[in-house]
């Protein structure tokens, strides 16, 4: 068993629908959580992070962490064009050294006109 | 502009041939890493430096090996390269983590898609 799952889609939804994106993780020792974007011929880009559980809103994004579930999610809201890219969900333990993250395999969203 | 720059982009090179793939930061990171990406797998690192002189392997090191002589360069090497290491590669450094004081954010380059034929 992977210790990060996440659908690979690919999801496909009309402009201005909500997403939502998710991921389950095995490792409860995880503290840290992060959704990067990646489009396609770039490298991942981070997008939003949150170290707790409970919902962290950014403009147009929210991600949640359910530590007991051990499920996170990222909503999208009035998705545009320009959101389609792939959704890497990303997770790791707080330490003092370097910054591994564990990736999700991605989840490829197309949003279409 | 902050930035992590990978050469080459694209390369094409048959079983054996060494080959080194660059990368360079101009944020003063200290930490950096190399991951690979394939299809259902997602990102695995390879290898990462947590300072100049100070490199441990990842998940996935077999037929890599790396250097960390100055901070903000970090060379991916195949000393062989075989079939199975057609990948598309990725250099990335990071912030401080949490624990100092930053957001442990990974920048990544813009990727380097490798065949061996």
């Known amino acids: 068993q992977k210790e990060v799952e996440q659908d690979p889609g690919p999801l496909s939804v009309p402009e201005g629908a909500i997403v939502s994106l998710n991921c389950t993780y095995s490792?409860?020792?995880?503290?840290?959580f992060m959704w990067y974007r990646q489009y396609s011929r770039k490298g991942p880009e981070l997008l939003m992070y949150t170290y707790s559980s409970g919902n962290k809103e950014d403009g147009r994004f929210t991600a949640q962490v359910d530590k007991s579930s051990k499920y996170i999610s990222l909503f999208i809201r009035d998705s545009q064009p320009s959101d389609s890219a792939t959704y890497l969900c990303a997770m790791s333990v707080i330490t003092g050294g370097g910054n591994k993250l564990t990736f999700g395999t991605g989840t490829q969203l197309k949003v279409e006109l | 502009e902050a930035q992590v720059t990978q050469n080459p982009r694209y390369l094409i090179t048959v079983t054996g041939k060494k080959l080194t793939v660059t990368c360079s930061q101009n944020m003063n990171h200290e930490y950096m890493s190399w991951y690979r990406q394939d299809p259902g797998l997602g990102l695995r690192q390879i290898y990462y430096?947590?300072?100049?002189?100070?490199?441990d392997k990842g998940d996935v090191p077999e037929g890599y090996k790396v250097s960390r002589k100055e901070k903000r360069n970090f060379p991916l090497i195949l000393e062989s390269p075989s079939p199975n290491q057609t990948s598309l590669y990725f250099c990335?450094?990071?912030?401080?983590?949490?624990?100092?004081?930053?957001?442990?954010?990974?920048?990544f380059g813009e990727g380097s898609r490798l065949t061996v034929l």
């Open positions: 430096s947590m300072n100049v002189e100070a490199t």
């Open positions: 490792n409860s020792a995880f503290q840290y």
């Open positions: 990335a450094s990071s912030s401080p983590p949490l624990a100092g004081g930053g957001t442990g954010e990974l920048f």
